[in-house]
C-alpha cells in the first residue's frame, strides 16, 4: 500500500496517518467546492491543524511543507473570493487596517506590547518576544521581508510572569494570515 508522505521509523513518533489522510480528504473536498461556497476548512484552520503523534507516523516534516503549500493554496483563494465580493481596494483596504492594528500592538513599549500571566505562571520571555515583535513591525513597515514559515516556526523561550502566550501565538497568527493575503 502507498503512502501519501514518508513514515517514519517505526521506533519514533510521526503523525497519525488516519487524522492526516481523513484532514487531506476533508481539505480535497473543501478546495474542490464552487468557490463561492465557503467550507468549514480555510487557510487559518489549515495553519492550526494539529495531528496525534504514533510510533511509524507519516514524516512531520513533508506533512508540515505539504500543510504550508494547501494553506498558500486556500489563502490564495480566499483572496480571490474577497476581492470577487468586495472589490480590490476594499479588500486591500480591510488588509491595511488589519496590519495597522496588528503595528500599533507590535510598536507598544517594550515591556508592554500584551498581556502578561501571573508572577508564578510561565509565559513567553518578554525580553525575545519584543526583539521579534520589533523585527515585525519593521517587516510591516515595508521593512526587510520575511516569509509566513519564519513566523510559524518562531519559538520563545519560557519565564515565569512574561508574555501570556495565547495573545502572542494570535498576534502571530494574524501576521501570517496577512503575510498570505498580499502575496
Known sequence: MSSTFPKVKR???GYSTEQVEDFLEDARRAYAA???KVTGIDSRYIR???FDLVKGGYS???VDSALDRLEDAFAKRERERAIAEQGEEQFYRGVQEEA???LEQLSAADGEKFPKVGAFTKGYRIAQVDEYAARL???LNDGPEMTPSEVLTKRFDAQRGGYDEDQVDQTLDVIVGLMRSVR
Open 11 to 13: 521506533s519514533q513518533t
Open 34 to 36: 464552487e468557490v463561492t
Open 48 to 50: 492550526q491543524v494539529s
Open 60 to 62: 512531520p516534516e513533508d
Open 100 to 102: 495597522m492594528k496588528a
Open 137 to 139: 513591525a519593521s517587516y
